[in-house]
């Protein structure tokens, strides 16, 4: 059975006056300062709380083998 594949999500702007709901989303995420990083598995959950905060975040896949 193959690995689920794994998403580098990084802040990049500050979630200073942004809407309640964009700064529960970043905390839920695991992320709340700029530059933080956190390594996800590829969801629908997690794709659509990376949509409400698009703006906030970069994604890059992370290649197989190298995520934990």
């Keep these: 059975m193959s690995e689920p594949k794994k998403i580098k999500i990084t802040q990049i702007r500050s979630v200073i006056e942004r809407p309640y709901p ?3 989303t970043i905390k839920a995420l695991g992320l709340g300062k700029i530059r ?3 390594v996800k598995t590829d969801t629908p959950q997690i794709r659509g709380m990376i949509a409400k905060v698009q703006h906030l975040v970069s994604v890059e ?6 995520a934990r």
């Design 22 to 24: 964009q700064k529960r």
């Design 36 to 38: 933080k990083s956190v």
């Design 61 to 66: 896949p992370v290649p197989e083998g190298s």
